[in-house]
């Protein structure tokens, strides 16, 4: 029963967001400052946004079955344009996040390549990347001892949907998984899931 009640609030989180980002596109639209096509070849100094600073979440919900417990990495990110075309945009992302628990802690950088497709403000985005990160503080409960320092790495995936354009607030939201790659298994939050199955929010500001 739990897990078919935290099915649906997955379901209606993603509904939800899709819905803002519908509702912004139809409303910019109205007010006439959506955007219009991105011309073929397009310049940065044109329409194509550029530079983007954001904060995002990325959480993995509990699973009673596996009695792996819910937590976040949140990231504050740099977000850059390097191909704009008519119909699809490249852009790298790299941040520093961390990972904070009450007796686990850890700082990393997180770097993925990002394919938009679309040619308005509203995108579809696909992103494939790694994450590094140092475990600082490495509490096991089992044990109830501090483990060694540990670095961790993980391959970060997304599919989801951004909006962005230039000076404007910018928003990014999906399906965010992580494949560990190594020593997932010296850490106790970690240990029962190589795949950790989780779902990213970012809200920021592209400046140009």
Excluded at 67 to 87: A, Q, V, W
Excluded at 129 to 152: C, E, P, R, T, W
């Amino acid at each position: 029963m739990l897990i078919k009640i935290k099915f649906m609030i997955k379901k209606y989180i993603g509904f939800f967001i899709i819905s803002i980002l519908a509702l912004v596109d139809v409303k910019a639209q109205q007010s006439n400052i959506y955007p219009m096509p991105r011309p073929k070849n397009c310049e940065y100094d044109n329409i194509c946004p550029s530079s983007t600073i954001f904060p995002e979440a990325r959480i993995r919900f509990k699973n009673n079955k596996d009695s792996i417990p819910m937590f976040g990495l949140f990231t504050l990110n740099y977000d850059h344009t390097i191909i704009c075309r008519e119909k699809y945009l490249v852009s790298y992302t790299v941040g520093v996040d961390f990972w904070s628990f009450k007796k686990t802690r850890s700082l990393g950088v997180p770097a993925t390549i990002n394919f938009m497709l679309g040619g308005g403000a509203v995108m579809l985005e696909t992103s494939l990347g790694l994450d590094y990160l140092f475990v600082y503080k490495n509490y096991n409960h089992k044990a109830d001892s501090m483990d060694n320092k540990q670095h961790y790495l993980g391959l970060l995936g997304r599919i989801g949907l951004r909006y962005e354009k230039k000076k404007s607030f910018f928003i990014r939201a999906g399906y965010t998984p992580m494949l560990s790659l190594i020593n997932f298994n010296k850490i106790p939050i970690l240990a029962t899931k190589r795949f950790n199955s989780m779902f990213g929010l970012g809200v920021g500001y592209t400046f140009k």
